[in-house]
């Protein structure tokens, strides 16, 4: 039997690479085209709004501040990455967005309480991480926000927080901008993600949370098959958070505190549980590998990160980060 030792042609792996450096560099024009519109966006929103004297007027009106904060959110991250979504698909190979269900319910259902605990932990190493710069005088930026006081206006704050702004972030972030990138190795596609959402915040506190969590959230949506699992938990996440803000603010701390442990316990408990599920489980998906051996890390990285939009959206969101 003949053996072709010239199977592998290193001109046709070449240009494979080089293909792949085309679409990811493109996938970066793309997204961060986007990602320079959102904080483009709220630039030039919040300099008409002092131009014409507006922003005290909505700053002081809780309910005129929610419908703007979630106006924000529509036009400055959705529509912008709707329209990425409709150019993905011209050079996305399957067009998947892994909008379906979870492919197994039961590995979605544990990993839900898991991927919360994560963050629960994300939000001690940030926390950890702001006071280590704190001890040696250094003061990371970040934002501080309460709870309105009218009706209204805390249903439309509770609206916009654990439900809008998940759904748009995890459809922007985990569905547009990491599935066309997973094709060049899933870890990648994750950190990368992980890294624009982290900027996004356009604060270091946050910023730090937010990159834990994401590769949370972009772990999660892999390993389920589904962004709507990572939707789950930045919405339970957000819940949380909001709880929190509500214990603080409570003038019954006895009652609000031993509540607030208890769920924490228990997101805890059954977080350990769903994580040693997820390990047993010999059917999860693994992260896999890019098809491309030839194709360097740094490559991939450069393709994306560098891309002129992306690149002038990053030093953007570094500066509002770092003052």
Same mark, same amino acid.
């Given at each position: 039997?003949?053996?072709?030792?010239?199977?592998?042609?290193?001109?046709?792996?070449?240009?494979?690479?080089?293909?792949?450096?085309?679409?990811?560099?493109?996938?970066?024009?793309?997204?961060?085209?986007?990602?320079?519109?959102?904080? @483009?966006? &709220?630039?030039?929103?919040? #300099?008409?709004? +002092? /131009?014409?004297?507006? %922003? $005290?007027?909505?700053? =002081?009106?809780?309910?005129?501040?929610?419908?703007?904060?979630?106006?924000?959110?529509?036009?400055?991250?959705?529509?912008?990455?709707?329209?990425?979504?409709?150019?993905?698909?011209?050079?996305?190979?399957?067009?998947?967005?892994?909008?379906?269900?979870?492919?197994?319910?039961?590995?979605?259902?544990?990993?839900?309480?898991?991927?919360?605990?994560?963050?629960?932990?994300?939000?001690?190493?940030?926390?950890? @991480?702001? &006071?280590?710069?704190?001890? #040696?005088?250094? +003061? /990371?930026?970040?934002? %501080? $926000?309460?709870?309105? =006081?009218?009706?209204?206006?805390?249903?439309?704050?509770?609206?916009?927080?654990?439900?809008?702004?998940?759904?748009?972030?995890?459809?922007?972030?985990?569905?547009?901008?990491?599935?066309?990138?997973?094709?060049?190795?899933?870890?990648?596609?994750?950190?990368?993600?992980?890294?624009?959402?982290?900027?996004?915040?356009?604060?270091?506190?946050?910023?730090?949370?937010?990159?834990?969590?994401?590769?949370?959230?972009?772990?999660?949506?892999?390993?389920?098959?589904?962004?709507?699992?990572?939707?789950?938990?930045?919405?339970?996440? =957000?819940?949380?958070?909001?709880?929190?803000?509500?214990?603080?603010?409570?003038?019954?701390?006895?009652?609000?505190?031993?509540?607030?442990?208890?769920?924490?316990?228990?997101?805890?408990?059954?977080?350990?549980?769903?994580?040693?599920?997820?390990?047993?489980?010999?059917?999860?998906?693994?992260?896999?590998?890019?098809?491309?051996?030839?194709?360097?890390?740094?490559?991939?990285?450069?393709?994306?990160?560098?891309?002129?939009?992306?690149?002038?959206?990053?030093?953007?969101?570094?500066?509002?980060?770092?003052?």
């Amino acid at each position: 039997m003949e053996t072709n030792f010239y199977s592998y042609d290193p001109e046709q792996a070449h240009q494979q690479k080089l293909n792949a450096i085309s679409t990811i560099r493109k996938h970066g024009n793309f997204t961060g085209a986007a990602t320079l519109f959102f904080v @483009i966006f &709220a630039i030039a929103v919040v #300099f008409a709004l +002092e /131009l014409f004297d507006l %922003s $005290s007027r909505i700053m =002081n009106d809780e309910v005129l501040s929610e419908c703007f904060d979630i106006a924000l959110t529509f036009f400055g991250i959705f529509i912008p990455f709707f329209i990425v979504m409709l150019k993905v698909r011209r050079y996305h190979p399957d067009h998947s967005f892994e909008l379906e269900k979870p492919k197994d319910k039961k590995l979605a259902l544990w990993a839900i309480p898991t991927g919360l605990m994560l963050c629960l932990l994300g939000d001690k190493i940030a926390s950890f @991480i702001s &006071a280590f710069f704190d001890y #040696f005088g250094v +003061e /990371l930026t970040s934002t %501080s $926000s309460s709870l309105p =006081n009218s009706g209204i206006a805390a249903v439309l704050y509770f609206l916009s927080v654990v439900v809008i702004a998940p759904l748009v972030e995890e459809f922007a972030m985990r569905a547009v901008t990491m599935q066309p990138l997973r094709k060049y190795g899933e870890k990648f596609a994750i950190v990368m993600t992980a890294f624009v959402f982290a900027l996004m915040h356009q604060n270091m506190v946050q910023g730090i949370f937010a990159f834990i969590a994401g590769l949370v959230f972009g772990y999660v949506c892999i390993l389920t098959g589904s962004v709507w699992c990572s939707i789950a938990i930045h919405c339970l996440n =957000n819940f949380l958070s909001v709880v929190s803000m509500a214990v603080n603010e409570s003038t019954a701390e006895g009652s609000s505190v031993v509540f607030y442990n208890f769920l924490v316990i228990a997101i805890n408990v059954f977080g350990v549980i769903g994580a040693v599920m997820i390990i047993m489980n010999k059917n999860r998906p693994k992260l896999q590998k890019s098809a491309l051996k030839n194709l360097m890390i740094r490559e991939k990285v450069a393709a994306f990160l560098f891309a002129p939009p992306m690149l002038i959206a990053i030093v953007i969101m570094a500066i509002n980060c770092l003052f």
